[in-house]
T-cell receptor, first 119, second 114 residues
């Protein structure tokens, strides 16, 4: 079974600075998807960025980018120019490829990293 | 369409009572998922529907739990004879097709069993 580990329960960053959230995962598959979700307090979970394992290029969405190291099974999230609105719980998630059969639709989440942004 | 809607937002119930939650997915999404999130943990998969068919149930979903999605539209999650261990946030999500672009989550229903 796949597992996702987020080793940083809490992180803090100064406004306008850069922060990196770590995520490692365990899988025996070669094709899969990785996601970062943001969950603000008392609000719904929002997709921040996704990465397809067969693509070597790291995904980027505005101030958010990932460092995907497939061999190391590492998927970190970098937030540049941090803003107060970035404060939230961040979850890393794994999903099997659509063509891998079995339970290829459910997400496996890590325990999350609580990000605090200091003004 | 304003996204995935879940009702109620909060529910407090006495141990032993039955509760039902509702999820209205994005109308064109054919897949619907239920997850449970306890304090300090990431969401855990409970069950999944493709249209009206319930295709998988996690072992976390004991026989006290039942979910339905009549006509492939909204879904309900019922917990019978609630226990304190059922206290959690229950999240609903939906996706169009295989969901490789990610899910759209609702705001969740927070259940407190006293």
């Amino acid at each position: 079974a796949q597992t996702v580990t987020q080793s940083q329960p809490e992180m803090s960053v100064q406004e306008a600075e850069t922060v990196t959230l770590s995520c490692t995962y365990d899988t025996s598959e070669s094709d899969y998807y990785l996601f970062w979700y943001k969950q603000p307090p008392s609000r719904q979970m929002i997709l921040v960025i996704r990465q397809e394992a067969y693509k070597q290029q790291n995904a980027t969405e505005n101030r958010f980018s990932v460092n995907f190291q497939k061999a190391a099974k590492s998927f970190s999230l970098k937030i540049s120019d941090s803003q107060l609105g970035d404060a939230a719980m961040y979850f890393c998630a794994y999903r099997r490829s659509w063509n891998s059969g079995g339970s290829n639709y459910k997400l496996t989440f890590g325990k999350g990293t609580l990000l605090t942004v200091n003004p | 369409d304003t996204g995935v809607s879940q009702n109620p937002r909060h529910k407090i119930t006495k141990r032993g009572q039955n509760v039902t939650f509702r999820c209205d997915p994005i109308s064109e999404h054919n897949r619907l998922y239920w997850y449970r999130q306890t304090l300090g943990q990431g969401p855990e998969f409970l069950t999944y529907f493709q249209n009206e068919a319930q295709l998988e149930k996690s072992r976390l979903l004991s026989d006290r739990f039942s979910a339905e999605r009549p006509k492939g539209s909204f879904s309900t999650l019922e917990i019978q004879r609630t226990e304190q261990g059922d206290s959690a946030m229950y999240l609903c999500a939906s996706s169009l097709g295989t969901g490789v672009d990610g899910y759209t989550f609702g705001s969740g229903t927070r259940l407190t069993v006293v």
